[in-house]
């Protein structure tokens, strides 16, 4: 069987599957499946992580904010370049202005290697982020996870995706059995709790997918168990073998709009 890989906003996901070349959301069931899952939450949250590809990829494309009646607010450039692969996974995250021209904000991302038995932490021993910004990229003060970047709906979670590796993993209670992600596919619903507290994100709810056992939607719960911020998979492309997302909807409740990630191409650096 082939290999191809599916992106889940900046992260990456592989999985084995045979599948046809198109601009859509349309993938065939895997044998997988069919087969009787009795992995527990925190185990199927964990391999989303153990199929991220090593090889290094480069992301470009745009984030585009607009209100919820199409009104387009504002228009950003980026690129990524993934290594999770590294002896020190790491991520370079580049905003620009639309032409590309300046560079708005530049953005280090790192992951320590978790020593066996150890804790999961977020922002110490987790996910670590270093953020520069202005003329000279001067290094600041490093973000709050849950901040947004500038005015769009993407938070820094979204970009490290530190809560792929939180060890405090449950099923939801409501749908005990799952459920069906927005484009309709079967999946786990789980409930996952930071080891340490980040503002306005008391836990994530997660729809895992049963077949290709990648995240296809996520929701960010507040302290009173409000949903503040959500997204999901809009459609999806196949680049030289590998599906990808093509762009990804990613909403703040409270904000009046939601911005579209789109991915213009994918390359090795």
Known sequence: MKKYYFVFLFGMVAVGLKGRAQDVFLLPEPEEATEEDNRTATQILLDCTRVIPADPLVLTGELIVRQKRG??????AYSLL?????????????LYEKDRKTTLERALLVRPRKPAGAPSQTGKGGAQIKLFKGPEMTEVEAPAFSSRIRETDVSWLDLTLDFLWWEDVRFDEKKPRGGNCRTGRACHILLAKPPEPIPGCAQMRIWVDRALHCI???EQLDERGKVVRRMWVQNV??????????TMEIEMTSTGHRTQLFVEDVAEP
Not at 71 to 76: G, L, P, S
Not at 82 to 94: C, M, Q, R, Y
């Open 71 to 76: 009104t387009e607010i504002a228009r950003y």
């Open 82 to 94: 993934l290594d999770w692969g590294a002896t020190l996974p790491n991520a370079e995250f580049l």
């Open 216 to 218: 296809m939607e996520a």
């Open 237 to 246: 492309k196949k680049w030289n073998d590998r599906w990808m997302i093509r």
